[in-house]
């Protein structure tokens, strides 16, 4: 056996299924992007059987589970938050060396990943009901939200950690049984977050991890009329055919998909502020957010002055090993993205965009996914690059005449996750966060970067169902149940 071969033999790694690790019916490969040479391990691949065995024993756990007393749950969510904080900076190496994204990024992940389980292990105390007397005499009425029961999760890679964690973390708060399927091409991640929580005192069963396939594994468990619930971050087409699985069992169900977020550069801007919410909102994450500003819509009055700050910005931004110091924007996540990505820096030229910088692949010592951060000049919102998600470091700039256009550029766009204004104008700053159709807006602050404690999702094609994280969580993952009560006759 090679040297190769026993390093990939000694870091297989299994599922977690119905309370047992246990090998698939096949694995895959997982190579770090920033170096395809480094192979990180194999991992199994769930076969139809075991995620049917997941679905099961899910169902009997779940009723144990939500038997315990709350402080016993907190507990378990305390400590899966305390444990990924405090290894932050191994599980980030870990999370950035699979994923791509800059070391300094992948721990503020794990971090708030974290911060997502304290946070709800905390709000697993503050589970009140409402009480009311009926119209009629003699009647009292409860109302108390209870478990939904077996939760499916489908989470990305771009932020494989975190994305999984607030949908997990209120899962299991609010009594819930757990089914993950992460992405394939971010399977460390997920083995990592789960021997946390394997190790904590859940019953057998109550979190399964099914890794595999979307096509086979994914596919089956939205079918499955064993789960309950279904929370699907991804890409539009998967969550518009999540949504009619779902439908047809009458599965609840939570999407979050695509984006193609504005950010608005008023003429009364600060451009060094404009051009440094730019950057960061448009290549942070090598630009694969859904809350990225793929679109910098900038009055024409400070178009030029923020355009020249904003190309020598992005030229001096160092693309490298997202392990290495001084790297600022990592590899792509894979060769697939890649090619998708020069797609549509050579759709944007033939569209008439003028490519004042970057947009090509990048050959550095190591041999990655990268690729130099493009800036788009002279678009128009009606060109496919302005109205597709991207998910790439790649941005545009638009040029309006006025704020009002502005505004209706901004909102002119299937998507409604994100949008932003920099502007020193508080009426302006006012009518934006009034008038702007998204679920996120946000005033002198780059459209990515968001609290765990407030709900976070948005409209039209970019989210579906009720919103995420924050209490707002609650909606989802209970359902709620009214009873209304006599105390009979008097004895
Ligand atoms: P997908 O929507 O294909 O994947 C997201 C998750 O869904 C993964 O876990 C995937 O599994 C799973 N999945 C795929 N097909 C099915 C299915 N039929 N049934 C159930 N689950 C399924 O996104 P990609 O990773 O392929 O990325 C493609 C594009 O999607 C990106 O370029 C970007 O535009 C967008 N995207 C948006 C994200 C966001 O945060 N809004 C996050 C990720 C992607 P598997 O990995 O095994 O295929």
């Known amino acids: 056996m090679s040297t190769w071969e026993k390093r990939v033999v000694a870091e297989s790694k299994l599922n977690f299924i119905a309370g047992q690790w246990i090998a698939g019916e096949g694995e895959i490969e997982n190579r770090n992007p920033s170096d395809v040479s480094d192979v990180i391990g194999n991992f199994a691949q769930a076969s139809a059987g075991q995620l049917d065995a997941a679905l099961e024993k899910a169902r009997d756990a779940q009723r144990i589970w939500a038997g315990y007393g709350l402080e016993r749950r907190q507990a378990v969510l305390q400590a899966i938050g305390t444990e990924l904080i405090s290894r932050s900076e191994e599980l980030g190496k870990l999370l950035s ?14 971090y708030r990943a974290g911060q997502f389980f304290t946070y709800y292990a905390a709000e697993c105390l503050r589970q009140l009901g409402e009480n009311a007397d009926s119209v009629r005499d003699g009647i009292e009425i409860d109302v108390r939200r ?14 494989p950690t975190a ?48 890794m595999g396939s979307g096509r086979s594994v994914g596919q089956r468990l939205v079918e499955s009329s064993g789960v309950n619930a279904i929370s699907f971050t991804g890409s ?12 047809g069992n009458f599965t609840k169900v939570q999407l979050e998909m695509g984006s193609k977020n504005a950010l608005a550069v008023m003429d009364d801007a600060d451009i060094d502020l404009a051009v440094t919410v730019a950057l960061g909102g448009a290549f942070g994450g090598t630009g694969q957010k859904c809350t990225a500003s793929s679109r910098l819509v900038v009055h024409e009055a400070i178009h030029d002055a923020f355009v020249e700050k904003l190309v020598v910005g992005a030229q001096a931004m160092t693309v490298g090993h997202a392990l290495e110091a ?53 678009t128009t919102n009606d060109m496919r690059i302005n109205r597709e998600e991207m998910f790439a470091p790649l941005t545009s700039v638009i040029r309006v ?37 998204t679920g996120v807006v946000t005033v002198n602050l780059p459209t990515a970067g968001t609290d765990y404690h407030v709900p976070f999702g948005g409209r039209g094609e970019s989210s579906y169902g009720p919103r995420e994280q924050g ?4 909606e989802f993952y209970t359902t709620v149940k009214t009873a209304y009560i006599s105390a009979g006759a008097p004895e």
Not at 146 to 159: C, H, L, R, T
Request: net charge negative; hydrophobic share 45%.
């Open 97 to 110: 060396r699979e994923e791509g994204k800059p070391l300094a990024e992948g721990k503020g992940e794990i």
């Open 146 to 159: 209870e478990p939904v029961g077996v939760v499916a999760i489908i989470s990305p890679w771009n932020f």
């Open 163 to 210: 994305t999984a964690s607030w949908k997990i973390a209120p899962a299991l708060c609010y009594g819930n049984a757990v089914v993950w399927k992460p992405a394939n091409i971010t399977p460390a991640s997920a083995v990592a977050l789960t021997e946390i929580i394997a190790r904590q005192d859940i019953p057998e069963g109550l979190f399964s991890l099914v």
């Open 236 to 247: 539009v087409p998967v969550g518009r055919g999540i949504a009619t699985a779902a439908v």
């Open 326 to 378: 001084g790297t600022q924007i990592g590899p792509v996540v894979s060769e697939a993205q890649l090619l998708e990505n020069l797609g549509y820096v050579d759709l944007g030229k033939s569209e008439g965009a003028e490519l004042a910088f970057g947009g090509a692949r990048l050959s550095l010592s190591h041999d990655g996914y990268y690729m130099s951060p493009g800036v788009f000049l002279n």
């Open 401 to 437: 005449g006025s704020y009002d256009e502005a505004l209706s550029v901004v909102n002119d766009t299937s998507f409604g996750l994100t949008s932003g204004i920099v502007t020193r104008s508080l009426a302006r700053a006012t009518h934006f966060r009034r008038n702007a159709r």
């Open 471 to 474: 209490r707002a969580a609650a």
